[in-house]
């Protein structure tokens, strides 16, 4: 599952091994032991800056702290495609 273009169609999605393997993640004692789409260091810069963003600490990013990353950085039209796509995924789940 590799795309240029930071994206990747529901076809690859559906067909890749990424839900698989976050099953298999939230089994796994040792989360280091499964490093086929990132290891334990690119985890932590995430979860790093989604505590930065999260400032209710409610574990949910809403709109204006997803507007916050990258020092506002992000504008209305990208908030509104995340917006969207999360309710696609949230439709095919």
Same mark, same amino acid.
């Given at each position: 599952?590799?795309? *240029? #273009?930071?994206?990747?169609? *529901?076809?690859?999605?559906?067909?890749? @091994? *990424?839900?698989? @393997? %976050?099953? =298999?993640?939230? =089994?796994?004692? &040792?989360?280091? =032991?499964?490093? +086929?789409?990132?290891?334990? +260091?690119?985890?932590?810069?995430?979860? $790093?800056?989604?505590?930065? %963003?999260?400032?209710?600490? #409610?574990? %949910?990013?809403?709109?204006? &702290? %997803?507007?916050?990353?990258?020092?506002? $950085?992000? @504008? +209305? !039209?990208?908030?509104?495609?995340? !917006?969207? !796509? =999360?309710?696609?995924? @949230?439709?095919?789940?």
């Amino acid at each position: 599952m590799h795309c *240029l #273009a930071g994206r990747i169609s *529901l076809y690859e999605f559906e067909n890749s @091994t *990424l839900v698989p @393997t %976050l099953n =298999q993640l939230s =089994q796994e004692d &040792d989360i280091n =032991q499964i490093g +086929e789409f990132f290891s334990y +260091e690119h985890f932590y810069v995430i979860y $790093c800056k989604f505590w930065e %963003l999260d400032r209710e600490r #409610a574990f %949910l990013l809403c709109r204006d &702290d %997803l507007l916050r990353y990258g020092n506002h $950085c992000l @504008t +209305e !039209a990208s908030h509104h495609n995340v !917006a969207c !796509a =999360q309710l696609r995924v @949230t439709r095919v789940c």
